[in-house]
């Protein structure tokens, strides 16, 4: 203030008036007597002589009214604003104008809401106010971030904020600041940055004094929630290490089991959320909690209990002021969901309106429960009253808000939806259209899966942490009970001070033992995570390793195969043997690697099932060396005049494995495999496939292990059946890739039937392609580039052998510039190689003018799996070829790529799409 005095009061008096007068608020409202207090405050304006108390104690009646949540705040702020502006009492006027912004915020009114944090942001800078700047532009970054999806302007807003806080040491606003940043950098997926701003966060609260900085830990949790479920569950379980009963982490942690569809431990939480409300009652919450509790019971089907906690939620909501109902939007779609199952659609679709009526009061807020409401309006539009306009018009909208808050399970869902709709409507060149965007999200979501063995390495910490906070809560309810008494006793004149220390002291003991059993754990799980990635790169590097000097057997041995003498062929065709086998068996721990990362891709493509089928016994009658085992190829006619759409090779690694089971097990009698179909129509054919043998049979007691990894079924003479224990594992999975089940039957010393069925969209509309020439490869030049000379030699030699015109480099850099120089039809790429890999090489000659760039491109490397794979499609590779492969199968994928149309192409990917579509 200007002057030493006010009116009749010095400073010093006043601010006597205004903590007693805060003291008495606080002690008032410790026991629930809050209009007591507010009278109190009506009783000293009447009293107050000078405009400086009177703005004060408007200021007063403006929070407390704010907390009961009545009206009159508004009126109070208003006049303790205009009054401290006309004394010039700039601290004040502050203090009405932060008032004032988060009254309008929670109207919903956030033009007003930034129209007064602006005004506050400039007054507070110039009369030298940083920590009001600060609170203000927290204020109003939260309303650029979480009302209007504005990110990039709330980082910005955030980061003046932080600097305002940390001009006036202002620790606690900075951590804030920090933790939004953090929250806004998780949902744009900038991990390493978001991880940045927590650590800081962290560092501001430790300064401030702050012990339970939990909403640091959830709001980064949410953060991370839409892509990354595992880092949201660590952040969450970090927070309940601060806050064991905090009802907004139980939940989270709740919903985070829910949308990984583990709805008995969702319950589970959202039941603990729920008894800390008689602790602490939080009704906005409370609701909240009860909505999803209502979802969960209803993925359940016990659309009973699921009502009861959705009425639960309503009633409590409908309690609540305007712009704290965001559970109703919630609810009104759980209610929909539940009638829409009991075929009641129609009263389905008046509370999918509802929902989304109340979702829109919220803006971002309830934008997935708005989208969700319109899509399941469209879809019911669509699916049960053929209303096909009108159903593409609502999914049209759900869409747009889907893309607009980056929700990508929302946008499939959308597009599947609008799929259908233009289907209907005959109008399928826009239907496809669709059909390829909602294909194009679901590959890139199998990179952000939940991992799901992650609760198998978690699940004893998360044992112990909750009996660690079960005790914890017990402490809580304890200090909550003696703290009741506490004030009491001070209201009443008693001392109880030393027992609120001692409380402290055990809580603050009991925090400490939680946390110091919540680091052990925590640095046990980390030693897991990182011997997984250890075996991981381990199993990725010795593959590659063993497959460098394999790829030089295999090669060598081909060759030799055609110039030694026929005496010496039967020695050459051992060693054939022992090189295929060994390398089944490298591939074998390659894909259970890939399996167990949730790297493995089914790839469509016409196949004549046919052909493999026969193929694929040829194989075996030909590398088996068992001449007492008669092996047969039993089929339905039907198969032979079709072709279908799905994984070849997938399928003949299912057989394969099964094949080799059945072989290793059946010393004299037979392994049949048959093919049998048992529905077909116009579009969908579905086959059974069995693999039965003569063997010894599976044990009663051995049955249930046999498909884990590394089990292996053997009787008493178990060294004459020893193998890697991988086959049927991996042959298991792969076939639930397909959305199907391999099954056994088996009776001991009679044999075994291992039998699965796959269903298959039929190709026979798609025009064959033309058989190219045998000697189409003749004339072709050809740049190998390979840095192994024993393989350069090899791959050269064979090369040859077709008549093409070989060029070699040693590295990337001496292809790039070899293509620079000369021109190809061809180019064999390594891609582990010094100087340049092949990686960059690539990109440099797709960098090229059009006559380079075009060259087909074919990858030859020992470098394998799908995400290597995936990785050469983006940077424009033709096709792949892993080391070591068979001289014949790699002559075949030469001439194909040389031959292949792309008219051909064309044509067979949309008949495909507009069959699969259709169906």
Known sequence: MKSSTVGNYSPNALYILYFSLLFTAFATYSIAQTPLLIDSLHHALSKASTDTTRTRLFNALATECHRIQSDSAWDYAQKAQHLAHNISDYEEELNALKRLAILAREKGDFDVTIKYCREGIEMAK??????????????????????????????????????????????????????????????????????????????????????????????????????????????????????????????????????????????????????????????????????????????????????????????????????????????????????????????????????????????????????????????????????????????????????????????????????????????????????????????????????????????????????????????????????????????????????????????????????HKNEELAIVNQALVESNRIKDNFISSINHQFRTPMHSIVGSTALLDKEIPSALKSRVSDIKYASSHLMKLLQDILNLSELDQDNVQLKYKAFDLNNMLQNLMQQYKAAHNKPHVELHFMKSGNILSHKVWGDAPRLNQILSSLLDNAVKFTEKGVVELSADVKYISDKQVKILFEVKDTGIGIPSEKLPFIFESFSEMASVKEEQFAGSGLGLSIAKEIVALHQSKLLVETELGQGSTFFFTLQYTLADLIPPPQEYSPNILSGKRVLLVEDNLLNQKLAKKLLETQQMIVTTANNGALAVEAVQQQNFDLILMDLNMPVMDGFEATKRIKAMESTKRNIPIIALSAIVGTEVEQELSKIGMTDYMGKPFRPDEFVELLSKTLFTKKEYNEIAATIYKQTFLNE
């Open 126 to 515: 110039k009369y030298d106010f940083p920590q009001k700047a600060a609170e203000l532009s927290l204020t109003v970054g939260l309303v650029y971030h979480f009302y209007r999806s504005d990110i990039a302007k709330g980082i910005e807003v955030y980061k003046q904020g932080i600097e305002f806080a940390k001009a006036s040491d202002y620790h606690l606003y900075t951590a804030h600041g920090y933790a939004w940043l953090a929250y806004l950098y998780a949902v744009q997926r900038k991990v390493e940055l978001a991880e940045a701003q927590v650590e800081l966060a962290l560092h501001y609260y430790k300064l401030a004094g702050a012990s339970t900085p939990y909403d640091l830990f959830n709001n980064v949790a949410a953060g991370f929630g839409s892509f990354d479920p595992k880092r949201k569950l660590k952040y969450l379980l970090e927070g309940l290490k601060y806050t064991p009963n905090d009802p907004m982490i139980l939940m989270n942690i709740g919903h985070t089991y829910f949308i990984s569809k583990k709805h008995e431990l969702a319950i589970t939480f959202y039941k603990r959320a729920l008894e800390t409300f008689t602790l602490k009652p939080n009704d906005r919450a409370e609701s909240m909690v009860y909505a999803r509790l209502g979802s969960a019971y209803s993925e359940l089907e016990d659309y009973e209990l699921a009502l009861e906690a959705f009425n639960k939620a309503i009633a409590i909501a409908k309690h609540l002021k305007v712009g704290h109902q965001e559970a109703l939007a919630m609810t009104y779609q759980g209610i929909g969901r539940i009638k829409e199952k009991r075929k009641e659609f129609k009263e389905a679709l008046i509370f999918y309106e509802k929902g989304i009526e109340i979702a829109k009061q919220y803006h971002s807020n309830s934008a997935t429960e708005e989208m969700g409401g319109y899509y399941n309006i469209g879809r019911l539009h669509i699916e049960k009253f053929q209303k096909f306009e009108l159903g593409i018009q609502k999914c049209d909208s759900a869409l747009h808000l889907a893309i607009k808050n980056d929700n990508v399970s929302s946008q499939i869902d959308a597009y599947s939806c609008l799929q259908s709709g233009y289907d209907s409507l005959g109008r399928y060149e826009q239907a496809l259209g669709f059909y390829r965007k909602e294909m194009s999200l679901k590959d890139s979501m199998l990179n952000i899966q939940f991992d799901t063995k992650f609760d198998s390495i978690t699940a004893d910490f998360r044992v112990k942490a909750d009996i660690a906070e079960k005790d914890l809560l017990i402490s809580k309810e304890i200090a909550h009970g003696r703290l009741t008494k506490i004030y009491a006793s001070i209201l009443i004149g008693g001392l109880s001070i030393l027992c609120l220390l001692l409380i402290l002291w055990i809580t603050r003991r009991n925090k400490q033992k939680l946390a």
